[in-house]
Nanobody, 124 residues
């Protein structure tokens, strides 16, 4: 059974930073792409960032480009989302997800395993 566990969320003031982590079980972590998504109250889940199996390709939503950085450490079975210059509109539950395939995707349905989410709240 594959499990993904996010951590690192919390309350931060606008302009601040947080780093989210996604620890994944299983010995084949390096074979899969990872994605980060978020969902604010009353809104649909939206794509944030994705990274290929080897970290060589990354993708970002326009709303976070230049502020967020996705990365991974395959030796630690962990993915990361560094979030800088946070804005109140970044407030949401953030989810990491694993995709069968080497390349990331912006579509939630293309991911087969999801974490439970971690709350990020940005105060103005």
């Amino acid at each position: 059974q594959v499990q993904l566990v996010e951590s690192g969320g919390g309350l931060v003031q606008a302009g601040g930073s947080l780093r989210l982590s996604c620890l994944t079980s299983g010995r084949t972590f390096s074979m899969y792409a990872l994605g980060w998504f978020r969902q604010a109250p009353g809104k649909e889940r939206e794509f944030v960032a994705a990274i290929s199996w080897d970290g060589g390709s990354t993708y970002y939503a326009d709303s976070v480009k230049g502020r967020f950085t996705i990365s991974r450490d395959n030796a630690k079975n962990t993915g990361y989302l560094q979030m800088n210059s946070l804005k109140p509109e970044d407030t949401a539950v953030y989810y990491c997800a694993r995709r069968t395939g080497s390349v990331g995707s912006t579509y939630p349905r293309s991911y087969d395993y999801w974490g439970q989410g971690t709350q990020v709240t940005v105060s103005s």
